[in-house]
Nanobody, 127 residues
Framework: QVQLVESGGGLVQPGGSLRLSCAASGVSLDYYVIGWFRQAPGKEREGLSCISRSDSSTYYSDSVKGRFTISRDNAVNTVDLEMNSLEPADTAEYYC????????????????????WGKGISVTVAS
Protein backbone atom coordinates (compact mmCIF):
# COMPACT_ATOMS: atom_id res chain seq x y z
CA GLN A 1 0.00 0.00 0.00
CA VAL A 2 1.36 3.38 -1.02
CA GLN A 3 1.64 5.94 1.75
CA LEU A 4 2.79 9.51 1.34
CA VAL A 5 3.64 11.63 4.37
CA GLU A 6 4.35 15.34 4.23
CA SER A 7 6.57 17.19 6.68
CA GLY A 8 8.19 20.58 7.09
CA GLY A 9 5.20 22.88 7.21
CA GLY A 10 4.53 25.59 9.76
CA LEU A 11 4.41 29.33 10.27
CA VAL A 12 6.79 31.62 8.41
CA GLN A 13 7.01 35.36 7.93
CA PRO A 14 6.49 36.95 4.51
CA GLY A 15 9.66 36.74 2.47
CA GLY A 16 10.79 33.66 4.35
CA SER A 17 11.44 30.10 3.25
CA LEU A 18 10.23 26.61 4.05
CA ARG A 19 11.21 23.21 2.79
CA LEU A 20 8.48 20.59 2.51
CA SER A 21 9.33 16.93 2.24
CA CYS A 22 7.22 14.04 0.97
CA ALA A 23 8.27 10.58 2.13
CA ALA A 24 6.90 7.54 0.35
CA SER A 25 6.53 4.05 1.72
CA GLY A 26 5.10 0.89 0.26
CA VAL A 27 6.45 1.62 -3.18
CA SER A 28 9.55 2.77 -4.96
CA LEU A 29 8.97 6.13 -6.61
CA ASP A 30 11.14 5.18 -9.57
CA TYR A 31 8.35 5.19 -12.14
CA TYR A 32 6.08 7.74 -10.53
CA VAL A 33 5.43 11.37 -11.21
CA ILE A 34 5.32 13.15 -7.86
CA GLY A 35 3.56 16.43 -7.39
CA TRP A 36 2.88 19.10 -4.82
CA PHE A 37 -0.56 20.68 -4.58
CA ARG A 38 -2.18 23.13 -2.23
CA GLN A 39 -5.65 24.15 -1.20
CA ALA A 40 -6.50 27.38 0.55
CA PRO A 41 -9.79 27.81 2.43
CA GLY A 42 -12.61 28.40 0.00
CA LYS A 43 -10.46 27.72 -3.04
CA GLU A 44 -9.94 24.80 -5.37
CA ARG A 45 -6.94 22.53 -5.11
CA GLU A 46 -4.06 23.94 -7.16
CA GLY A 47 -1.22 22.02 -8.79
CA LEU A 48 2.10 23.69 -7.98
CA SER A 49 4.91 21.49 -9.19
CA CYS A 50 5.63 17.99 -10.41
CA ILE A 51 8.73 15.94 -11.12
CA SER A 52 9.10 12.88 -13.28
CA ARG A 53 11.54 10.07 -12.67
CA SER A 54 11.47 8.75 -16.22
CA ASP A 55 12.93 11.88 -17.86
CA SER A 56 13.75 14.04 -14.82
CA SER A 57 11.42 16.70 -16.17
CA THR A 58 9.79 19.24 -13.90
CA TYR A 59 6.74 21.44 -14.08
CA TYR A 60 5.87 24.62 -12.17
CA SER A 61 2.68 26.60 -12.13
CA ASP A 62 2.95 30.29 -12.91
CA SER A 63 2.10 31.14 -9.31
CA VAL A 64 5.28 29.52 -7.97
CA LYS A 65 7.70 29.54 -10.89
CA GLY A 66 10.97 31.15 -9.85
CA ARG A 67 10.18 30.85 -6.14
CA PHE A 68 9.68 27.12 -5.55
CA THR A 69 12.02 24.28 -6.50
CA ILE A 70 11.09 20.61 -6.59
CA SER A 71 13.66 17.87 -6.18
CA ARG A 72 13.73 14.15 -5.53
CA ASP A 73 16.11 11.84 -3.71
CA ASN A 74 15.53 8.38 -5.06
CA ALA A 75 17.92 6.83 -2.57
CA VAL A 76 15.61 7.72 0.32
CA ASN A 77 12.34 7.83 -1.63
CA THR A 78 11.55 11.47 -0.94
CA VAL A 79 10.48 14.49 -2.96
CA ASP A 80 11.10 17.96 -1.52
CA LEU A 81 9.64 21.36 -2.31
CA GLU A 82 11.88 24.30 -1.46
CA MET A 83 9.72 27.40 -1.09
CA ASN A 84 11.31 30.84 -1.11
CA SER A 85 10.00 34.41 -1.06
CA LEU A 86 6.81 33.21 0.58
CA GLU A 87 3.77 35.45 0.52
CA PRO A 88 0.57 35.46 2.57
CA ALA A 89 -1.17 34.18 -0.57
CA ASP A 90 0.88 30.98 -0.21
CA THR A 91 -0.99 30.12 2.99
CA ALA A 92 -2.73 26.80 2.41
CA GLU A 93 -2.80 23.10 3.14
CA TYR A 94 -0.07 21.48 1.05
CA TYR A 95 -0.32 17.94 -0.30
CA CYS A 96 2.04 15.63 -2.11
CA UNK A 97 0.63 13.16 -4.58
CA UNK A 98 1.85 10.45 -6.91
CA UNK A 99 0.85 8.73 -10.11
CA UNK A 100 2.49 5.82 -11.91
CA UNK A 101 3.45 7.37 -15.23
CA UNK A 102 6.27 7.56 -17.74
CA UNK A 103 4.96 10.80 -19.21
CA UNK A 104 6.77 14.11 -18.66
CA UNK A 105 5.84 15.98 -15.51
CA UNK A 106 3.85 18.71 -17.25
CA UNK A 107 1.59 16.16 -18.91
CA UNK A 108 0.23 14.69 -15.69
CA UNK A 109 0.54 17.49 -13.16
CA UNK A 110 -3.14 17.80 -12.40
CA UNK A 111 -5.09 16.75 -9.33
CA UNK A 112 -7.35 14.48 -11.37
CA UNK A 113 -4.32 12.56 -12.65
CA UNK A 114 -2.92 11.63 -9.26
CA UNK A 115 -3.52 8.20 -7.75
CA UNK A 116 -2.16 8.57 -4.23
CA TRP A 117 -2.33 11.49 -1.82
CA GLY A 118 -0.77 12.43 1.47
CA LYS A 119 -2.90 13.81 4.28
CA GLY A 120 -1.55 17.31 3.86
CA ILE A 121 0.41 19.76 5.96
CA SER A 122 -0.34 23.33 6.89
CA VAL A 123 1.73 26.30 5.72
CA THR A 124 0.93 29.74 7.11
CA VAL A 125 2.68 32.87 5.90
CA ALA A 126 2.03 35.76 8.27
CA SER A 127 3.90 38.42 10.19
Amino acid sequence: QVQLVESGGGLVQPGGSLRLSCAASGVSLDYYVIGWFRQAPGKEREGLSCISRSDSSTYYSDSVKGRFTISRDNAVNTVDLEMNSLEPADTAEYYCAAVLSLFPAHAVCGSTSMEYWGKGISVTVAS
